[in-house]
T-cell receptor, first 115, second 117 residues
Framework: AQSVTQPDIHITVSEGASLELRCNYS??????LFWYVQSPGQGLQLLLK??????LVQGIKGFEAEFKRSQSSFNLRKPSVHWSDAAEYFC?????????????FGAGTILRVKS | GAVVSQHPSRVICKSGTSVKIECRSL??????MFWYRQFPKKSLMLMAT?????????EQGVEKDKFLINHASLTLSTLTVTSAHPEDSSFYIC?????????????FGPGTRLTVL
């Protein structure tokens, strides 16, 4: 069965510092991979997605992620964090048609930004 | 872009009553919609997959008689929490899959906060 691991429950970074949020997945076929951001009491906003092609994916708000098949990873990065980036971030893997096109989410990483 | 709405955004009800939550795809047709539940400080748990014109598929451990799902049209799915109890209090989020899309992307609604007193 497919699964997603986000090893860091909380991360605190200083404003202006770089950020990397880790995501590892387990899936037998070529995965569809997503990063979402959620502010408190809000729904999910898609930051970026990977389906195929270039393994370095650019997203909104200055985020990028790199798909590394050999490491089963899809880490999210941002070169300079802004205070408004404080939120919870979820990595997800799409399970494909045979599994009802479901998304499996990681546990999430809460990002705190200190000034 | 694809927009999904949910109504209501927040609802408070008494124990024993039923609550209906609507999920609408506003600018696309969704043959498949998904209902998630999110506990405080937790990830999203898929409750069920709703396919237009057919019965919903529930995940293991989700009571289908308690969480009634109807997907009567390509733009609307409803989740009814029947005989709600305080333990049903949660944040419910729906998502919709674009019927014309060839990929696995889901578009999420803003969520509904249910509080059962």
């Amino acid at each position: 069965a497919q699964s997603v691991t986000q090893p860091d429950i909380h991360i605190t970074v200083s404003e202006g510092a770089s950020l990397e949020l880790r995501c590892n997945y387990s899936y037998g076929a070529t995965p569809y991979l997503f990063w979402y951001v959620q502010s408190p009491g809000q729904g999910l906003q898609l930051l970026l997605k990977y389906f195929s092609g270039d393994t370095l994916v650019q997203g909104i708000k200055g985020f990028e992620a790199e798909f590394k098949r050999s490491q089963s990873s899809f880490n999210l990065r941002k070169p300079s964090v802004h205070w408004s980036d404080a939120a919870e971030y979820f990595c997800a893997v799409g399970a494909g048609f045979l599994y009802g096109n479901k998304l499996v989410f990681g546990a999430g990483t809460i990002l705190r930004v200190k000034s | 872009g694809a927009v999904v709405s949910q109504h209501p955004s927040r609802v408070i009800c008494k124990s024993g009553t039923s609550v209906k939550i609507e999920c609408r795809s506003l600018d696309f047709q969704a043959t498949t919609m998904f209902w998630y539940r999110q506990f405080p400080k937790k990830s999203l748990m898929l409750m069920a997959t709703s396919n237009e014109g057919s019965k919903a598929t529930y995940e293991q451990g989700v009571e289908k008689d308690k969480f009634l799902i109807n997907h009567a049209s390509l733009t609307l799915s409803t989740l009814t929490v029947t005989s709600a109890h305080p333990e049903d209090s949660s944040f419910y989020i729906c998502s919709a899959r674009d019927a014309s899309g060839g990929n696995n992307e889901q578009f999420f609604g803003p969520g509904t906060r249910l509080t059962v007193l």
